[in-house]
């Protein structure tokens, strides 16, 4: 009793609710950073393999050169292939003819367009696509005529002024992601003339809305073509978009009219502006710079020559091309292939590597410049570029894009580069967020940030980490299933004494090597393999719980591998083959294809086998192949998984 | 021979520890340059394995700041630093009985649970206090909405699972 024990009774229970409390939040601590580094991870992931598909889509850029100087025969027989391997040409006439030939249907209840376009046709789109409608084929391709026609006054980079008063708003990628731009415009206003916008690029694939913001942005554009800047990013480019899903969103959509869009598109794209210049000061472009990008050649080049990534200027053969000029508008390359264009249809090589730099370059932190070897084109350019660059055309400040990033934006180079990024949620719910950023001469930028949040996504962090995760690692598992051959024949060559078991790092290693991926393996070890009690992995646990639905039995894995593996690839070869879109090539273009496909790639099938292959994927028994069927029907199951179907891929 | 295995096994367990570091270190490196922003450090070394409290981090970090603290931390510094703690195992996590224990020390009713309101008081108020992110971050998962209260042997088996 007495006041002495009372008080330290106190103390004693405050000490240990003290301490109490000290565990409870340590705990806490360390859990709420594991996740987040989860997070980080699942993310990691998302974009190796994201560039790593960019980089195959560039090396199949390299193909397609290989193909036109080896494919001669086929080319010289269907010069309706070389046209479009080399782009075409639309001439207006053909716009009179094809709008007078729809008809826009009294039954049709979707928004209706007035032109000469005003802010309440902005206004009437949000609200159709806001129900989901879809606006009719005959205004989109208004819309796309007139908006080519406007694009192609337009200088390579617009000039714009700011004042204290009048910020512009500067917004990044929103790869199709409709509610990500709804969500702009509705934080930050419509555009108009007090209320400018910069759109840098990517606008199109991945996401579901491609169509729905393009023509949200066009339509802007022509009622405010001197306040709303659209700025092309590399997505905005016909191959690109066959491969990651706008091609197949457009042709979901328009089932009469899908190809006309398509072939308009393709122009339209090439009249976009390379960039945009802010009170001299801040110059906004897609990707990024690289040493030797030189802005007065960028201004005064033919930016609509350059129709696509996959497409870099064929190399002529000076002396036999000025020989064999002599029919009108038509050359000759080197092994006698006729292109439909001269030589001035194309850029030159300088110019088309300053318009990928431009493009698809990224910013780092290591000095100097150097090749951008995880995404396939375009550099990775250092502080000291920056700053060299900045200070060349008496610059302050790059801002640029096409990196998503987990809080919507990124500062780097000590402030002079700022990345944006406006999809927010890019790979998968709770991802990473959105971000906009406003400008005005004399003040730093203002950064707004969000997330786009569906009521499952009110989660706590810990549910939202697991969705991220599974869906990256599900992403990674169909890759390593689709390298499967080759990782077992790494692991087994490290494995002398024939265990079945390697040490961590070996592991790591192999999986490295073969699948080129640079990822922290030893921490994604637990969710991929199996590890016994003495830390050691069991190599082959991978492949227990998921497998590659063979379409034909008695076909080889190796086979299927491959196929899987490049199923993009093909895709896009199949496309392009596949000139009137009709969804069909016959078994010859499709021997002929593989085989050219093989060679370059140094993939090792048995001709045989193929041969089988196809013959039981002619399900018509004509001749022909359907090509969507041939590569849906190799999909990756996973056993414990509810949905069977492989629907990761990057459309 | 003994003590030659034995280097040979410390040998490698560095090596070990020091592929894991720097595959954490990186994941973090976001100019690729081998630089974290200091506010990364904790979220950096608790990935790791470790529960250092605000208090000890703070430690950590004067260890491996520059001399004139820049904001940044280097790999190179990071990195013997915290191959020391992981070889030492320092820093251990919380058992789980531990961690029950704890929250029945602030339940001394033993009711099985605690309000929202108390939670929040012991979690801001006393110890190393919560911000109002964290704070709001962990009701997020632990509150059961109806009862407005945490059931803390519930949440502390569904984050233990979830774990795993």
Redesign the interface.
């Known amino acids: 009793m007495g006041c002495g024990t009372s008080s330290s009774v106190k103390d004693k229970k405050s000490e240990?609710?003290?301490?109490?409390?000290?565990?409870?939040?340590?705990?806490?601590?360390?859990?709420?950073?594991?996740l987040?580094?989860r997070q980080?991870?699942a993310l990691?992931i998302f974009q190796s393999i994201e560039y790593a598909d960019e980089q195959g889509q560039l090396q199949l850029s390299n193909f397609f050169s290989f193909m036109l100087e080896n494919y001669t025969r086929v080319l010289e027989e269907d010069s309706e292939l070389v046209t479009h391997l080399l782009g075409s040409n639309i001439q207006d006439k053909d716009r009179r003819d094809y709008l007078g030939l729809i008809d826009v249907p009294d039954s049709y209840c979707g928004p209706r367009l007035q032109f000469p376009l005003t802010f309440t046709d902005i206004d009437l789109l949000i609200e159709a696509f806001k129900q989901q409608q879809i606006l009719h084929a005959y205004y989109v391709l208004e819309v796309l005529f007139e908006t080519k026609k406007l694009l192609q006054r337009m200088p390579n980079f617009t000039h714009t002024k700011t004042s204290p008063s009048k910020e512009i708003t500067i917004c990044g990628d929103l790869h199709g992601k409709l509610d990500d731009l709804f969500l702009i415009y509705s934080k930050n206003g419509l555009p108009s003339v007090s209320n400018p916008y910069v759109f840098n690029g990517d606008f199109v694939d991945r996401g579901k809305n491609s169509m729905e913001i393009l023509m949200i942005l066009f339509v802007s554009f022509l009622v405010y073509p001197n306040d709303l800047h659209l700025n092309r990013g590399n997505h905005e480019d016909f191959m690109m978009n066959k491969r990651y899903g706008f091609t197949k969103e457009v042709l979901n959509k328009y089932k009469l009219h899908g190809k006309k869009i398509l072939q308009i598109l393709e122009d339209v794209y090439t009249w976009l502006p390379i960039g945009t210049i802010i009170d001299n000061e801040i110059l906004v472009v897609h990707g990024g710079i690289s040493e030797s990008t030189d802005l007065n050649l960028l201004h005064r080049i033919e930016r609509n020559k350059f129709k696509s990534v996959l497409m870099p200027p064929v190399p002529i053969d000076g002396d036999r091309a000025t020989e064999k000029e002599n029919k009108v508008g038509t050359t000759s390359t080197a092994r006698g292939i006729r292109t439909n264009g001269s030589l001035s249809e194309q850029l030159t090589k300088h110019e088309w590597d300053q318009v990928i730099d431009i493009l698809w370059s990224d910013?780092?932190?290591?000095r100097g410049c150097y090749p951008n070897t995880s995404r396939g084109g375009g550099c990775y350019f250092g502080p000291d570029i920056t700053s060299r660059i900045l200070n060349k055309y008496r610059l302050k400040m790059l801002i640029r894009s096409h990196e998503c990033k987990p809080e919507g934006y990124?500062i780097?180079h000590d402030g002079k580069v700022i990345t944006v990024f406006s999809a927010s949620n890019y790979y998968e719910e709770g991802s990473n967020r959105g971000a906009y950023i406003r400008v005005s001469s004399g003040t730093p930028p203002r950064f707004f940030q969000y997330q786009m949040t569906s009521a499952t996504c009110l989660r706590?962090?810990?549910q939202r980490v697991?969705a991220v995760e599974s869906s990256a690692i599900r992403m990674l598992k169909e890759r390593m299933i689709s390298r499967k051959t080759d990782l077992i024949r790494a692991f087994q060559l490290q494995d002398c004494s024939k265990s079945g078991k390697l040490s961590?790092?070996q592991w790591?290693f192999s999986m490295e090597n073969v699948l080129g991926l640079s990822l922290?393996?030893?921490?994604l070890s637990s969710r991929l393999v199996t590890t016994d009690k003495d830390g050691n992995i069991d190599y082959m646990s991978s492949f227990q719980d998921i497998h590659i639905q063979k379409p034909v039995k008695e076909v080889q894995p190796t086979l299927i591998e491959t196929v899987y593996r490049y199923r993009s690839d093909l895709q896009i070869i199949f496309n392009v083959i596949d000139s009137d879109h009709s969804g069909l090539i016959s078994m010859e273009e499709f021997r002929s294809m593989w085989k050219l496909f093989t060679s370059y790639y140094s993939v090792c099938i048995d001709d045989s086998q193929l041969d089988e292959l196809a013959e039981r994927m002619d399900l018509n028994k004509d001749g022909s192949i359907d090509f969507n069927e041939f590569l849906k029907a190799f999909y990756v199951v996973h056993k414990f998984d509810k949905l069977n179907k492989s629907d990761t891929t990057v459309a | 021979m003994a003590d030659d295995r034995s280097r040979e096994g410390t040998e490698t367990a560095v090596?070990?520890f020091h592929?894991?570091i720097k595959?954490?270190f990186?994941?973090?490196?976001?100019?690729?340059?081998n630089?974290v922003d200091v506010r990364e450090i904790?979220?950096?070394?608790?990935?790791l394995g470790?529960?250092p409290?605000?208090g000890e981090l703070h430690d950590l970090i004067a260890e491996v700041e520059e001399e004139e603290p820049t904001g940044y931390i280097r790999f190179e510094k990071f990195l013997p630093v915290m191959t020391e703690v992981l070889l030492e195992r320092r820093y251990r996590?919380?058992p789980e009985d531990?961690?029950l224990?704890?929250?029945e020390?602030?339940d001394p009713a033993k009711h099985g649970f605690l309000s929202k309101e108390e939670l929040i008081k012991?979690?801001t108020e006393?110890?190393?206090?919560?911000s109002q992110e964290?704070m709001e971050?962990?009701l997020?998962?632990a509150i059961d909405p109806e009862s407005n209260s945490v059931h803390y042997k519930d949440y502390i088996t569904m984050?233990v699972i979830?774990?795993n």
Not at chain 1, 363 to 366: A, C, F, I, N, S
Not at chain 2, 26 to 33: A, I, K, Q, R
Not at chain 2, 42 to 47: E, K, L, V, Y
Not at chain 2, 126 to 130: A, Q
């Open positions: 240990t609710a003290l301490k109490a409390a000290l565990v409870i939040q340590n705990w806490y601590r360390g859990r709420s950073a594991q987040k580094t980080r991870y990691t910013p780092r932190g290591k990124e780097c706590p962090l810990y697991n961590v790092g790591a922290p393996w030893r921490s | 090596a070990e592929k894991k595959e954490a990186e994941v973090f490196d976001h100019e690729s340059n630089t904790g979220t950096i070394i608790r990935s470790c529960c409290s605000e996590p919380i531990i961690l224990r704890a929250f020390v602030l012991y979690m006393e110890g190393e206090p919560f964290e971050e962990m997020s998962a984050m979830d774990e």
